[in-house]
């Protein structure tokens, strides 16, 4: 059956770095965009960053610019947010997405980050 398990998330102080991972498996991981999203307390589920099948366009939210990296492994089906310079407000569940036109998205189950000193 259709999988996404993220992995990576924790406690960190801020300016510190996690990197998070989602493993993909029971569909053609190549053939759809992914995308990292989030939840903080209380707010709504946004986008955080996207990324192609290919992996040749990425794009970002605006909160998250020159701090986060999303890239892709298709040989090994996984998706992964690298995230530098955090801040508490970074703070939430962050969620991987596969996304494909025509097609039902998958979710993963989610992992929490909380930036904290």
């Given at each position: ?11 960190v102080q ?14 053609t ?5 992914m ?16 990324i192609?099948?290919?992996?040749g366009?990425t794009n970002?939210?605006d ?21 530098n310079?955090l801040?508490?407000e ?8 596969a ?19």
């Open positions: 059956q259709v999988q996404l398990v993220e992995s990576g998330g924790g406690l801020p300016g510190g770095s996690l990197r998070l991972s989602c493993a993909a498996s029971g569909f991981f190549s053939s759809y965009t995308r990292w999203y989030r939840q903080a307390p209380g707010k709504e589920r946004e986008v955080v960053a996207v192609t099948s290919t992996g366009s970002y939210a909160s998250v610019k020159g701090r986060f990296t999303i890239s892709r492994d298709n040989a090994k089906d996984t998706v992964y947010l690298q995230m310079s801040k508490p970074d703070t939430a569940v962050y969620y991987c997405a996304v494909r036109g025509g097609y039902t998205p998958y979710w993963g189950q989610g992992t929490q980050v909380t930036v904290s000193s």
